[in-house]
């Protein structure tokens, strides 16, 4: 477990900092956002979301966290986003703040209350059974996104995905995986393209690297992603320049 001293530290002494992952239509190629990722340099090295994340979770270093990049995206998007139509940005949180006022303090004091709209929270699948009750995430503000990261497909899961207001639904990189390696009639993809035809959701793949993925998806009614593909994770000022390339 990291003791959230050290967080507070870190933050404080400029140790993190974002990269942002743009997300494609797979239908022109034009970019539609990102999702901001936390990169972190301790003692030497570069540590990855993975190597910490799931450490913090349920501590006050998570909280501490989230806000710090609520507040760096707002430094580093905010003006951009407010002159730029039609994108969205990508906000990992922990699912403790949704439903208690952490959301809407955290907008409020980054000063993205007018453009809350354009920010994505992202749950992780992993999160909402236990720590998020559906009923608050169903009644939610309007005006406020939320996206379930990591997501898996089984038939259960996608009954259940069919239950709950999300605006998206984000399928992980071992779904896309899956799509080039394994028996397509085993990945539920005929209840994956009912879904998408039957719901306002919007489904984002994850980890895309080969073309043959991007056909798949296209068949089944997907047609937006991330992935290496596309773009690696880019600085802000790359990651605006990227966007408007793909215009």
Request: glycine share 8%; charged share 25%; net charge negative.
């Amino acid at each position: 477990m990291i003791d959230p001293a050290i967080i507070r530290r870190g933050l404080a002494s400029g140790e993190f900092f974002l990269e942002y992952l743009p997300t494609v239509s797979f239908l022109d190629n034009r970019c539609l956002g990102a999702e901001a990722l936390v990169r972190w340099h301790h003692e030497g090295q570069l540590r990855m979301p993975n190597d910490f994340i799931e450490d913090i979770e349920n501590t006050p270093a998570s909280g501490m966290l989230t806000y710090w990049v609520i507040d760096q995206v707002a430094a580093e998007l905010g003006d951009w986003l407010r002159t730029t139509d039609n994108v969205s940005v990508h906000i990992n949180i922990p699912p403790e703040l949704l439903g208690r006022g952490g959301i809407e303090y955290a907008v409020t004091k980054a000063n993205l209350v007018d453009i809350v709209e354009k920010i994505v929270f992202e749950l992780t699948e992993r999160g909402l059974p236990d720590k998020l009750g559906i009923d608050e995430l169903n009644c939610r503000s309007e005006r406020v996104r939320v996206a379930l990261d990591d997501a898996g497909i089984t038939a259960a899961k996608l009954i259940l995905y069919s239950q709950i207001n999300l605006d998206v639904l984000k399928l992980d990189k071992s779904f896309a995986d899956s799509l080039i390696s394994g028996d397509r009639n085993s990945l539920h993809l005929d209840g994956l393209a009912a879904l998408v035809r039957a719901s306002t959701i919007d489904v984002i793949v994850e980890g895309i690297e080969h073309e043959a993925q991007v056909n798949i998806l296209r068949e089944i009614g997907i047609t937006k992603g991330q992935g290496w593909y596309f773009s690696p994770p880019l600085s802000a000022a790359a990651f605006m320049q990227f966007h408007a390339d793909c215009q």
